[in-house]
């Protein structure tokens, strides 16, 4: 297992993003071949301990998942969560605000898609985006996104408090790493669904969007709601980091299989 304290953004100090490698793979001594090939026996230890979550019943977990376009939420999810029960899990992506969620507060779309009891729920996009996007493109007032942050911190205690375990990820990838996963895109005929000029225009807000995610991370990584920074330019051990995260906390969650019944004399008839 990866030592993944590295990545956390310790409560109370700086993200410093400028200081932290979007290439490391720091910890794994392998190639990709063999970093692939970890993630196999990861992928087996996740699902037991979602299916003892979900047998239990009685604690949730809400992966938060953050970055940049082409930063790898998608391929995140799909290759540490393979083979999970999807009975248990729930992905819920957050894109720009329908005219209904527009006319709630902004947390309202994001409370109600939170983890119930025996369940792990994954945001692919967040309640951050109203912290980041919104001040980037300057879709609200400062004074409106800065007093967010404290909202941010508060919502998420109270969800802690009432039982729901969250693990914030930011998916690190360096502008270069982008550039390359922006000319895939537009050059293979299979991906280039996911192209969106719209990319392009945060693209060349690069350094605004770094700046605000500096100061989101560092000012909501908390006791209750850590943020941990993956890095992401190698997909294969961002997926490692991500697994390794993920398992710690459920094991420090330790959930376990109900009492069993007593079921002397029972017989199936
Ligand atoms: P995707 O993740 O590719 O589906 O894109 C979703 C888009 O929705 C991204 O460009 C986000 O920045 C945008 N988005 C998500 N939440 C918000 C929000 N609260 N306000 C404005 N745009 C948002
Ligand atoms: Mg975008």
Same mark, same amino acid.
């Given at each position: ?99 209904? $969620? ?43 996104? *800065? ?8 919502? $998420? ?56 995610? $500096? ?22 051990? *961002? ?31």
């Amino acid at each position: 297992m990866l030592d993944i304290k590295p990545c956390l953004v310790i409560p109370g100090t700086a993200a410093d993003l400028a200081s932290r490698e979007p290439g490391s793979k720091l910890g794994f001594e392998g190639d990709k071949a063999e970093g692939k090939a970890a993630l196999g026996p990861l992928n087996v230890r996740l699902a037991e301990l979602q299916t003892r979550l979900w047998a239990e019943s009685r604690q949730k977990l809400l992966v938060v998942l953050q970055a940049m376009d082409t930063g790898g939420k998608d391929g995140t999810i799909r290759h540490v969560f393979k083979g999970v029960n999807p009975q248990g899990v729930h992905v819920w992506g957050f894109g720009v605000p329908n005219e209904t $969620e527009l006319a709630h507060d902004y947390l309202w779309r994001v409370h109600r898609r939170t983890p119930a009891n025996g369940t792990i729920t994954i945001f692919n996009r967040s309640h951050y985006e109203d912290v980041l996007v919104v001040r980037v493109k300057g879709l609200a007032a400062e004074e409106t996104w *800065r007093r967010r942050f404290g909202h941010i911190v508060e919502f $998420e205690r109270l969800l802690a408090d009432e039982g729901t375990t969250l693990v914030k990820l930011f998916l690190h990838i360096s502008k270069e790493e982008q550039r390359q996963r922006l000319e895939a895109r537009l050059e293979e005929p299979d991906k280039r669904w996911k192209f969106s000029v719209g990319d392009l225009e945060d693209r060349a807000l690069w350094d605004e969007y770094l700046a605000a995610y $500096e100061e989101a991370l560092t000012l909501t990584s908390t006791e209750h709601a850590p943020w941990h920074v993956v890095p992401a330019d190698r997909k294969w051990y *961002r997926n490692l980091v991500v697994s390794s995260i993920l398992i710690q906390t459920l094991e420090k969650m330790d959930p376990s299989y109900p009492p069993e019944p007593d079921l002397d004399g029972v017989v199936v008839g």
